[in-house]
């Protein structure tokens, strides 16, 4: 994968596919961009899971909080990581010691670790880096192009509600109701 | 054509780009949403919204889905990461300077700008607190001698008015990259079709939809496109991107918002504050005008060159300032930065001067004598006793707006019609 430049095809595949996700670094205050993100994408049917050992065993946003990785008592799907780029290698080795692996691994905007990803494709993980979710969601849904945001998405077709209101755009798998 | 991994073309973005179908009537133009506010889906909704936590609309100051549509159309014609429509594009140089600025901080201007951006910036501007220093786009050197430690930018315009100055956008770029800061550019002539600033090192793009985007002579409106280029955080220069912002409970827009948040910065800190929101409908008017944007600057362009060859044939004219003439002091920036086309406007000096001028717009029957440029009617107007009158005789000189100078912006209509016009404006008693 050209870790430049993900084709929005690669990136609406792991949203459409993976349901359970680990945040790794979530923070518990409500103006950090962890807390953003894992809120809209629990909004958008996404089951969170909160990892960060400062918060063990406390809630987020009424999400069980885990200290580790492996304490976590389910498969998990994708790992999404806030934590800066020279922290992510051991982040990912615990990733890759689960058992299930998780299909993918995300690192955040703003992070990127090259060894850790290649680590991680090598065992047939799929890996994004610098990116965030929400935004990726966002842009996908066309949610976003009410920003005023470049989403670089063309469609003859009508972007679908999410549904619960008609300010939800939705990318269709978790959608409450189709259009 | 979303999961199609091609980049779409110029004509197709006009037309296309931020305009799906409308996602509750599957109304296929872009509705006008001529509405103050928008209904929360419910409490918790509204706070999220409130707390920049969620992508919506809340009320049309902030943001409203028609200029949402105009936003990412522009944003996508000059390859941006996002846009913020507002009232005017003096509006929008309001908004980018107080985003970037802070009082007793400075900016570099190109001093050969449209008269309105110079008036702007020398006085408008001293009450916020802001210098502008000026530099000569025939010297680029006189750029970097005049950074200062309190320099936060450097602003230029693509195709200057009303001289048909070309910048050379990417010698100036440097300069800014060395001294760290962002390099705005007005492509307010130029439009995206003849020129793409992003692609010679501009950082933030501003225009007056006024103009060539609108094209139709019937809207003011004013956008702002961030590069997603600049890295806000580096220095904590500019703690309006960099610093926990007291208006949203603490948030730090650059690492919220990453490579869009000059343009998030502008709307939720600039926008809302300041208020110059754009009305609904004249979005509408100008997103109409923008899907035949391509169509319409290669007319432009076209007809304007022939007008200015004409032109510099007469007896009547001393020099023609056009980019587009072949031998133009501008000529060769011309084929660099706009080779598609040297735009619609240009200046003409008449060999009778002041009174010449005068007798030129009064004669004129098919140009229409107005304080405009970029619509689909040729217009014409004598500078020096109107646009650019506030200025000193010696600005108005350097601004390329001296007595004997008539500006003209040369519209849609049959080219021949157009000289018509202008030699019996030219020879009328």
């Not at chain 1, 993100?37 to 809630?59: D, S, T, W």
């Not at chain 2, 693509?158 to 800014?176: H, L, M, Q, R, Y």
Request: aromatic share 8%.
């Amino acid at each position: 994968m050209n870790r430049d430049g993900y084709p929005d095809s690669y990136i609406r595949g792991i949203l459409n596919t993976v349901k359970t996700i680990a945040m790794v670094g979530i923070s518990p205050k409500d103006n950090r961009p962890s807390y953003f993100a894992f809120k809209y994408l629990l909004e958008r049917g996404y089951h969170m899971v909160p990892v960060n050992p400062g918060q063990a065993g406390k809630e987020i946003l009424g999400q069980k909080v885990y200290a580790t990785l492996a304490d976590i008592p389910e498969p998990v799907d994708m790992v999404d990581i806030f934590r800066a780029s020279q922290f992510v290698m051991p982040v990912v080795q615990e990733a890759l010691a689960l058992k299930p692996k998780p299909q993918v691994i995300w690192m955040q905007l703003g992070i990127r670790n090259d060894e850790a990803a290649a680590l991680a494709e090598a065992a047939g993980i799929k890996v994004v880096m610098d990116r965030c979710p929400k935004i990726e969601y966002g842009r996908l849904s066309s949610e976003i192009s009410w920003m005023g945001i470049n989403s670089r998405t063309l469609s003859s077709k009508r972007a679908q509600n999410f549904g619960g209101g008609f300010q939800r755009m939705g990318l269709g798998i978790n959608n409450k109701r189709e259009p | 054509m979303a999961d199609a991994e091609r980049i779409p073309g110029f004509n197709t973005l006009a037309i296309h780009a931020g305009a799906k179908p409308d996602p509750t009537t599957g109304a296929r133009a872009t509705p006008i949403y001529q509405t103050t506010s928008f209904v929360f889906d419910d409490v918790d909704h509204a706070a999220s919204l409130f707390g920049l936590q969620a992508f919506g609309n809340i009320y049309t100051r902030i943001g409203n889905p028609t200029n949402a549509v105009l936003e990412e159309r522009v944003a996508a014609l000059e390859g941006g990461t996002a846009g913020l429509a507002v009232a005017s594009g003096h509006a929008a140089q309001v908004v980018v300077m107080q985003t970037l600025l802070m009082p007793g901080d400075e900016f570099v201007a190109s001093k050969k700008l449209y008269g309105g951006s110079i008036n702007q910036f020398n006085h408008a501007f001293k009450s916020f607190g802001w210098q502008v220093v000026w530099a000569d786009p025939d010297d680029i050197s006189s750029f970097e001698k005049a950074i200062t430690p309190k320099t936060k930018a450097i602003f230029i315009e693509s195709i200057a008015n009303p001289g048909g100055v070309i910048t050379d956008i990417e010698a100036v770029s440097k300069i800014a990259r060395k001294a760290g800061v962002p390099l705005i550019v007005d492509n307010t002539l130029a439009t995206p079709y003849l020129c793409k600033p992003f692609n010679y090192g501009a950082d933030i793009i501003v225009h007056s939809l006024t103009k060539f985007l609108g094209g139709h002579g019937n809207s003011i409106g004013g956008m702002i496109v961030d590069g997603g280029t600049f890295n806000w955080s580096r220095e904590g220069r500019y703690p309006m991107l960099s610093e926990p912002r007291p208006e949203y409970s603490g948030i730090v827009l650059h690492e919220t918002f990453g490579n869009f948040a000059f343009a998030i910065a502008c709307r939720v800190l600039g926008l809302r504050d300041l208020g110059p929101a754009l009305s609904p409908f004249n979005a509408f008017l100008i997103l109409t005008g923008i899907e035949t944007l391509p169509l319409r600057m290669q007319r432009h362009s076209d007809n304007a060159l022939a007008v200015a060859e004409w032109l510099s044939k007469r007896p009547e004219v001393a020099w023609v300032s056009y980019a587009g003439l072949p031998g133009d002091k501008y000529n060769a920036l011309a084929k660099k930065y706009t080779p598609k086309g040297s735009g619609a406007v240009m200046t003409v000096g008449l060999k009778g001067g002041y009174d010449a001028g005068v007798k030129l717009v009064s004669n004129v029957q098919l140009f229409s004598h107005l304080a405009n440029i970029g619509d689909t009617r040729s217009l014409i107007i004598h500078p020096a006793s109107t646009t650019h009158k506030q200025l000193s005789d010696a600005q108005k000189v350097q601004a390329g707006a001296g007595p004997d100078v008539v500006r003209l912006s040369i519209g849609l209509e049959d080219k021949e019609d157009i000289i018509a016009d202008l030699e019996q404006g030219l020879t009328a008693k």
